[in-house]
């Protein structure tokens, strides 16, 4: 008998190329080499929490491809990989310099021809999502390539139909795709979508949206028919609506080493939680908490223990004696 998943995500996942702080990339004499994908951060955070955890793509059988899958496997991310001559695809790189005000910190995309963009239904292994219990993508996925974006859809289809909780974080990038195109594309997601997760900012520039987080929720919810939507506001936390209840979580203070996959680690610490069996408002603290840890880390994703994330909820701190 096939036992439950709890968690099957989708998307890409790049090598992350970073200079040490404070050098610049056209004098640098060494680049810190990490795997970072918003969909494998998620994995990789719940997995940490706790989560069986399984992430879907397709990679080069190359190297580097290879560097990747092994080091989400060293986080207990369960791995289901379409692997492709590559001879005909690549990982894509993505270049972080990181710098302080006023020059701040500049992304480099270098993601074209990416395994991933030939990516269809057919070419994963896809057993796992038809005992998950949750299934979880974001929109930077689709906006990858139409393969991509037809295959997004088929697998929030197939998770539906295979009874799992949908969710979908919108974490739209102006780098990809321009808001008008980008909004078309999310909106005709929202009917395979169950939770959603959302900044402000984008709910109101990408979606159109007007009114503070609650309205935006409720407005959202209203439209779409989501059961969950939760509104993150940056320094001001965030907000969840389920079932008509509005739940409102502040933010931890964190002293920022690498703001790099905050928002993945808030989901991570929600999805986890949630599948734990805990309520909206306890997969809220523990969001915040995961959010605020991983700020202390360096690298994508969030190296943390359920350990970690509850002595930040019940307010420890300091040096650990």
């Known amino acids: 008998m096939v036992g439950v998943t709890d968690l099957v995500t989708f998307g890409e996942t790049m090598l992350r190329l970073s200079p040490p702080r404070g ?21 990789v ?43 005909e ?25 990416a395994a991933i963009t030939t990516v269809e239904p057919s070419d994963l292994p896809t057993a796992a999502l038809e005992s998950a219990s949750r ?28 009874g799992a909780t949908r969710s979908f974080d919108l974490n739209y990038r102006a780098k990809l795709w321009d808001a008008e195109t980008a909004r078309a594309a999310y909106e005709g997601l929202f009917a395979h979508v169950d939770a959603l997760f959302v900044p ?36 001001e936390g965030a907000v969840a609506l389920r079932d008509g209840a509005v739940y409102e979580q502040g933010v931890f203070d964190a002293d920022t080493f690498d703001a790099i996959g905050t928002g993945d680690a808030f989901v991570a610490g929600f999805l986890a939680k949630r599948i734990d069996g805990g309520d909206v408002a306890d997969a809220l603290e523990w969001a915040a908490a ?29 040096i650990d004696r």
């Not at 050098?23 to 994995?43: C, H, K, M, P, Y």
């Not at 894509?92 to 074209?112: M, Q």
């Open 23 to 43: 050098e610049r990339l056209e004098t640098t004499e060494g680049l810190d080499v990490q795997a970072g994908g918003a969909e494998s951060n998620v994995a």
């Open 45 to 87: 955070g719940a997995a940490r929490l706790g989560a069986d955890a399984v992430w879907l793509s397709k990679l080069p059988d190359s190297p580097l491809g290879r560097r990747v899958v092994g080091e989400l496997r060293s986080h207990g991310v369960r791995t289901g990989v379409s692997w492709a001559d590559p001879a």
């Open 89 to 113: 695809s690549r990982v894509g790189t993505y270049y972080l310099e990181r710098g302080g005000e006023p020059r701040g910190t500049n992304v480099i995309y270098d993601r074209a021809d």
């Open 135 to 162: 299934f979880h993508t974001t929109g930077i996925t689709p906006a990858l390539s139409e393969r991509a974006a037809e295959t997004t859809v088929a697998l929030l289809r197939a998770a539906g139909d295979a």
């Open 200 to 235: 402000r900012r984008d709910a109101r520039e990408v979606l159109g949206r007007e009114g503070d987080a609650v309205e935006i929720a409720h407005g959202l919810a209203s439209e779409f028919d989501f059961e969950t939507v939760v509104v993150t506001r940056g320094t």
């Open 290 to 318: 995961t959010a605020a840890l991983k700020r202390t880390i360096a690298g994508d994703v969030a190296v943390v223990t359920p350990d970690d994330v509850a002595g930040v909820v019940a307010g420890a701190s300091g």
